[in-house]
């Protein structure tokens, strides 16, 4: 579309439903904050500049909506005399004279580029204001859209309506583009004879009409029109978010056992053929390649998975895991900035940190890599096709070569060159009868104990 665009984005609020210490729009939809969802949705409209309307921690607002490439400016709304006067906060970049003026809100994270493309498309084809309207069986406290002839004739609040205007299920939901070259003519003409005292944005349909201009509006899914205004609300967000990327993903080739009980972050990517198997956790950061298993109660974040690796059950991969191809992390493991290579075993109730483990390597039960002195962190390199027996500690940092053998219950704290076997544990020793001694002191014991009491 060769037109100019300015998307206004509300993110004012006190958020004082939501009862929290931070700014409502600053609270995370899928492990990433929901204003930062509006912007990358208008992002994709061809925008040219993001006008965010700021007020409580306005800063972090800003910063957090910081996504999508897009010039951002923060403008700062002191008072809260409603959405027309909100708008009006960003005047200096309204009047740069865009074609068109989107306004939307950092508390619909759910929303995304088509129903803005729509709107922008009715303004290019002559109207002077688009109302997003979405239709539902529930229409019970929002304002109803009345057209006629296909204008928008107005936007008609419940308190005020008929009987009949009450049945219309087309409702508004807030957003609005307007056309630029008249936004702040528009704008201006606005005023605050109500009970509240304050300017409301969707007085523009009766005074655009007024002025001669032409009023439409589209529509758009509710899901992708529902709001947040408390900690219930953001629930049923999250909710909506997830199911509707679970749906793509699978659409997509991925299998999902129950994909009710897995949860996705915004950036999570899983390809072709994978299989997550059921209460699966995806934080931020993780790739997971076409053809990896992820079986269940495993949480992942900031990883990869190869094709044809495996994760769990009961497994945690944290920031900088990389599992090659083929590769096996199992139950009760966790790895933290770790590279398992390729066909290499990390079978059960093992750590390993700050480690590079060689192609086809096998690390025995209980086995950890202690990366961290209480100071700094080191690193624990496993070559090519060593075996780590079970219940081994590697103490950081240490080189286990290429083929070599360590033997269970071993403390390794020296390099082990290729093809050596290093034992690292004490000489067993058995002392016949002492066991018998030592149970019948302890029974003894128990007893002085008893008849003291």
């Keep these: 579309m060769e037109r100019?665009?300015?998307?206004?984005?509300?993110?004012?609020?006190?958020s004082t439903r939501m009862k929290s210490s931070k700014s409502k729009v600053l609270h995370p939809v899928a492990n990433r904050p929901m204003i930062a969802h509006v912007v990358e949705a208008v992002a994709k409209t061809d925008i040219g500049a993001v006008a965010l309307v700021?007020?409580?921690d306005a800063d972090e607002v800003a910063k957090a909506a910081a996504v999508g490439g897009v010039e951002i400016e923060a403008y700062l709304q002191k008072e809260r005399l409603g959405?027309?006067?909100a708008v009006l906060a960003a005047r200096d970049a309204i009047a740069r004279g865009y074609d068109d003026v989107i306004v939307t809100y950092g508390d619909v994270p759910l929303q995304t580029e088509a129903p803005l493309k729509a709107a922008r498309q009715a303004l290019a084809d002559g109207s002077d204001i688009v109302v997003i309207g979405f239709h539902t069986g529930k229409p019970t406290g929002y304002g109803r859209l009345l057209v006629k002839d296909g204008e928008l004739i107005a936007i008609r609040e419940e308190k005020d309506a008929t009987d009949a205007e009450r049945a219309v299920t087309w409702c508004n939901s807030g957003l609005m583009a307007i056309n630029g070259r008249k936004a702040l003519e528009l704008l201006a003409l606005i005023g605050n004879n109500n009970a509240k005292g304050e300017y409301y944005l969707t007085d523009l349909v009766e005074i655009a009409r007024s002025q001669g201009g032409r009023v439409t509006a589209v529509d758009a899914p509710e899901v992708e029109m529902t709001g947040t205004n408390n900690r219930?609300?953001?629930?049923?967000?999250?909710?909506?978010?997830?199911?509707?990327?679970?749906?793509?993903?699978?659409?997509?080739?991925?299998?999902?056992?129950?994909?009710?009980?897995?949860?996705?972050?915004?950036?999570?990517?899983?390809?072709?053929?994978?299989?997550?198997?059921?209460?699966?956790?995806?934080?931020?950061?993780?790739?997971?390649?076409?053809?990896?298993?992820?079986?269940?109660?495993?949480?992942i974040e900031g990883a990869h998975v190869s094709a044809g690796a495996t994760v769990?059950?009961?497994?945690?991969?944290?920031?900088?895991?990389?599992?090659?191809?083929?590769?096996?992390?199992?139950?009760?493991?966790?790895?933290?900035?770790?590279?398992?290579?390729?066909?290499?075993?990390?079978?059960?109730?093992?750590?390993?940190?700050?480690?590079?483990?060689?192609?086809?390597?096998?690390?025995?039960?209980?086995?950890?890599?202690?990366?961290?002195?209480?100071?700094?962190?080191?690193?624990?390199?496993?070559?090519?096709?060593?075996?780590?027996?079970?219940?081994?500690?590697?103490?950081?940092?240490?080189?286990?070569?290429?083929?070599?053998?360590?033997?269970?219950?071993?403390?390794?704290?020296?390099?082990?060159?290729?093809?050596?076997?290093?034992?690292?544990?004490?000489?067993?020793?058995?002392?016949?009868?002492?066991?018998?001694?030592?149970?019948?002191?302890?029974?003894?014991?128990?007893?002085?104990?008893?008849?003291?009491?």
């Design 83 to 85: 959405t027309g006067h």
């Design 232 to 299: 219930a609300e953001l629930a049923v967000i999250e909710r909506l978010w997830q199911e509707r990327r679970r749906h793509e993903l699978m659409l997509s080739g991925v299998s999902m056992i129950a994909p009710e009980t897995v949860f996705l972050s915004y950036d999570t990517v899983i390809g072709q053929d994978a299989l997550i198997e059921p209460n699966v956790v995806f934080g931020p950061g993780v790739v997971i390649d076409g053809g990896a298993i992820i079986h269940a109660f495993s949480h």
């Design 4 to 14: 100019t665009c300015l998307a206004v984005i509300l993110a004012a609020g006190d």
């Design 312 to 453: 769990g059950p009961f497994a945690r991969l944290r920031p900088g895991a990389d599992l090659a191809e083929g590769s096996k992390v199992g139950n009760f493991c966790e790895v933290k900035n770790g590279k398992v290579g390729e066909g290499a075993k990390v079978n059960h109730l093992t750590y390993i940190g700050d480690a590079r483990i060689g192609a086809g390597a096998n690390i025995g039960a209980g086995t950890i890599t202690c990366n961290y002195d209480g100071v700094n962190k080191s690193e624990t390199v496993i070559g090519a096709h060593a075996f780590v027996g079970s219940n081994s500690s590697l103490v950081a940092p240490v080189s286990i070569g290429d083929n070599a053998y360590i033997a269970s219950g071993s403390v390794i704290t020296n390099d082990v060159p290729a093809d050596a076997l290093a034992f690292g544990r004490a000489r067993q020793e058995i002392k016949p009868g002492r066991a018998k001694i030592l149970r019948e002191l302890a029974l003894a014991k128990k007893a002085a104990k008893k008849a003291k009491g």
């Design 54 to 56: 700021v007020g409580r």
